[in-house]
């Protein structure tokens, strides 16, 4: 394969950073782009509280992921957490307020799961690239990426049932279906920590690096999937979620089949037809078996 294709160039990439996004200067988080590469970063940067998230993080976060949905140059998206510290240790607890994360606005809200959906149904790749702690919500968020490249100072688990907090939605679903019912609820009602080779032994995570290494890693991940073809990517993706997503996810593949056929012959007869105020000739168009 690699004499057909060529090796994966091992390079550190050239970021371009992008401070302003739909509009708006970043403030809790850093977006960044590959030059020439079709990768985006979006980096968790509230280091001195190891990267919990408030309302604003999210809001920037979905910002991010929404820029990188709509930019036709970008192919993997990586979310990672400023520093070697922490990926991200979940809700901010400092502005936790009686119904939830309280931002500038004074309401409180759980922005966060507006977040999880975003990163499931993006159509291409999202990488989580994991340094020092994942726990609580940023746990959960490193669960609701495609991939992850975790360091060795990788560390994972949930919080919540020890400072009054739980996720019952993916972060409960998309836990059992990685690591099966036993574990997940091991890792829910026990609130205890495992390190980076617990975490890939028990499927939650997909390779472990010496933290050095981990963006190297990543990247090397990031340009293999690059190789391989767009559609087959993003169509396999909504695929791996239908099933689980039920309604949600046949609409997410049913999309990918729309999309697949307005770029037909068959499908732009249709249309042609109506503008051109005709009855349509589908006589030509084969029924498969
Ligand atoms: C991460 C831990 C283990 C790191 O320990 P370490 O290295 O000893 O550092 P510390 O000294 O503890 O921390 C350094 C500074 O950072 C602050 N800080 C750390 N985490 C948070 C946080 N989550 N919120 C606010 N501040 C944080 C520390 O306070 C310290 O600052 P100073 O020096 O000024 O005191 C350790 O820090 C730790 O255990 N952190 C707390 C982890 C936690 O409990 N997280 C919250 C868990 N719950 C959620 O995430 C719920 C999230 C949610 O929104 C949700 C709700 C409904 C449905 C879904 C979700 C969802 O999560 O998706």
């Given at each position: 394969y690699a004499r057909v294709h060529g090796s994966v160039s091992q390079q550190a990439a050239s970021w371009r950073s992008i401070p302003v996004v739909h509009g708006e200067r970043l403030q809790d988080v850093k977006y960044e782009k590959a030059e020439g590469e079709g990768i985006a970063k979006v980096t968790i940067n509230r280091p001195e509280k190891r990267n919990a998230f408030r309302p604003e993080t999210t809001e920037e976060m979905m910002r991010c992921f929404s820029d990188a949905r709509d930019d036709?140059?970008?192919?993997v998206v990586i979310l990672t957490g400023e520093g070697?510290?922490?990926?991200c240790s979940g809700g901010d607890q400092s502005v936790r307020g009686e119904g939830g994360y309280v931002g500038p606005d004074k309401i409180p809200r759980l922005n966060v799961l507006d977040l999880q959906v975003q990163i499931r149904r993006l159509p291409k790749p999202v990488i989580a690239m994991v340094a020092g702690y994942a726990v609580g919500g940023g746990q959960i968020l490193q669960m609701m990426c495609d991939i992850t490249i975790a360091a060795d100072n990788a560390v994972f688990g949930q919080t919540g049932p020890k400072v009054g907090s739980f996720d019952a939605g993916y972060g409960s679903t998309q836990m059992v279906r990685l690591v099966g019912q036993k574990k997940a609820r091991e890792i829910w009602f026990l609130a205890r920590l495992y390190n980076a080779e617990q975490a890939l032994e028990m499927g939650l995570i997909n390779k472990v690096v010496p933290l050095d290494r981990l963006e190297q890693e990543t990247l090397v991940w990031c340009r293999e999937i690059l190789r391989n073809s767009p559609t087959a990517l993003r169509v396999l993706k909504a695929a791996l979620n239908a099933a689980e997503d039920g309604q949600a996810g046949i609409q997410e593949l049913g999309g990918n089949a729309t999309l697949l056929f307005y770029q037909t012959e068959e499908g732009n007869e249709g249309r042609r037809a109506y503008l051109e105020k005709r009855p349509p000739d589908f006589s030509k168009f084969p029924r498969f078996p």
């Open positions: 036709p140059d970008i192919g070697t510290q922490a990926f």
